[in-house]
Each structure stands twice: as structure tokens, then as C-alpha cells.
């Protein structure tokens, strides 16, 4: 089956600590998105990808990294600069080729919680 | 760029009730329009879309007309279920290849 997924499902780490959140799909889409959602709260951007070895910030991009060295993958690394990192965080990913080119699709989510 | 802006919730109704949840968008040129689910500890899915004026996107009993003239996208459903229960999402394309969602409207619909 096609999709994204991405783990873990939920994820605790000790404050001070550097995570990395793991997002893939197989549905061969160009782009790629990472939104951090609060409870209540809407989505915010904080990094997306159009192209392999490409990537630009979001709106909320301090104290996070990412990398896309292949399509399929798009990892999200959680670092100690991050002041508030305890989230929801959601992958997605669009064709853009096609129309309509940003119709997003997600992943499950992994929740994160710094102790 | 492009911005949406979205009825406020939360939303309670009783089952077999009829739903609207207002959306109403600013954007140069014609983006596509998109409502999207969540489930309570899940991601996001796809609901319904509609990519030019005057466009009915329509899916599980839920529908949107894309409304130039009024620059809305209002859900509707004629009857609701317990099972509707969820957060709902306005997204509007925006230029540069990303989508711009609205605050969410969580709907709670009870037996």
C-alpha cells in the first residue's frame, strides 16, 4: 500500500537532548512537509522540500534540522535549542507535479515528549 | 500570500443535525481549496477538494462550493453522525508550493 509513514508513534526524551523524528513515503511525491501542531492549535510550517537535496524553512524553523539526501525520506531532528519541542509533529508530502499540485497527504503523527 | 480563515469551534451538535462550518480565504489568482479530517490522535486525511470557481467537492455525505465571488468554502453536511466527530481543516494553495490551513474547528456530535 502507498502511504507515509512515520515512527515512532510516540517518542520521549530527556530535555537537553537532540531527537530525530523519521518520516518516509512510497508514493513517489516531490515534496515533503514537516508541521509541529499544539493541543488546540492548528498546524505550523517548519520545514518542506520541493526537490531532493533541497529544503526551506518554514515559519517556525529555529531549533530544528532536516536533511533529504533521497526522495522517499525526509527526517526531522529536534534539537536541544528547541525551547518548547513537547508537540505533535506531522509529516506530509505532494505530488506538485500534477494537479492539484498541493494537495498534501500525511502521516500519522509522532508525539513527542521532552521529560 | 494567500491566508484562510475559519469558523472558531468548538462545534456541538446533537446526531442527524445539520453542520456548517464556515472558511473564507484571500488569494491572488484561482487556488485550489481542500478540507481536511483529524481524528483524535491521528494525522490528517483528506475530505473533500475543489480546484475552480464555482467546483462542489463532495465526499461521506460532506460538501464545499468553491465561491469566488464570496471567497468561501464552507463544509456542510446534511446530517451528522457521532462517528463525524473530529477537527476539521480549511487549507487554501498558496504560491510556492505550499498549503495554508485554517485554525481547525473541532466538532463534538452527541447520541
Known amino acids: 500500500d502507498g502511504g507515509i509513514t512515520q515512527s515512532p508513534k510516540y517518542l520521549f526524551r530527556k530535555e537537553g537532548q537532540n531527537v530525530t523524528l523519521s518520516c518516509e513515503q512510497n508514493?513517489?511525491?516531490?515534496?515533503m512537509y514537516w508541521y509541529r501542531q499544539d493541543p488546540g492549535q492548528g498546524l505550523r510550517l517548519i520545514y518542506y522540500?520541493?526537490?531532493?537535496?533541497?529544503?526551506q524553512k518554514g515559519d517556525i524553523a529555529e531549533g530544528y534540522s532536516v536533511s533529504r539526501e533521497k526522495k522517499e525520506s525526509f527526517p526531522l531532528t529536534v534539537t536541544s535549542a528547541q525551547k518548547n519541542p513537547t508537540a505533535f509533529y506531522l509529516c506530509a508530502s505532494s505530488p506538485l507535479a500534477s494537479p492539484p499540485y498541493n494537495e498534501q497527504f500525511f502521516g500519522p503523527g509522532t508525539r513527542l515528549t521532552v521529560l | 500570500g494567500n491566508s484562510v480563515t475559519q469558523m472558531e469551534g468548538p462545534v456541538t451538535l446533537s446526531e442527524e443535525a445539520f453542520l456548517t462550518i464556515n472558511c473564507t480565504y484571500t488569494?491572488?489568482?484561482?487556488?485550489?481549496l481542500f478540507w481536511y479530517v483529524q481524528y483524535p490522535g491521528e494525522g490528517l486525511q483528506l475530505l473533500l477538494k475543489?480546484?475552480?470557481?464555482?467546483d462542489k467537492g463532495s465526499n461521506k455525505g460532506f460538501e464545499a462550493t468553491y465561491r469566488k465571488e464570496t471567497t468561501s468554502f464552507h463544509l456542510e453536511k446534511g446530517s451528522v453522525q457521532v462517528s463525524d466527530s473530529a477537527v476539521y481543516f480549511c487549507g487554501v494553495d498558496n504560491q510556492g508550493g505550499k498549503l495554508i490551513f485554517g485554525q481547525g474547528t473541532e466538532l463534538s456530535v452527541k447520541p
Open positions: 522540500s520541493q526537490i531532493v537535496n533541497d529544503f
Open positions: 475543489a480546484t475552480k470557481a464555482d
Open positions: 488569494a491572488t489568482g484561482y487556488p485550489s
Open positions: 508514493l513517489n511525491h516531490d515534496a
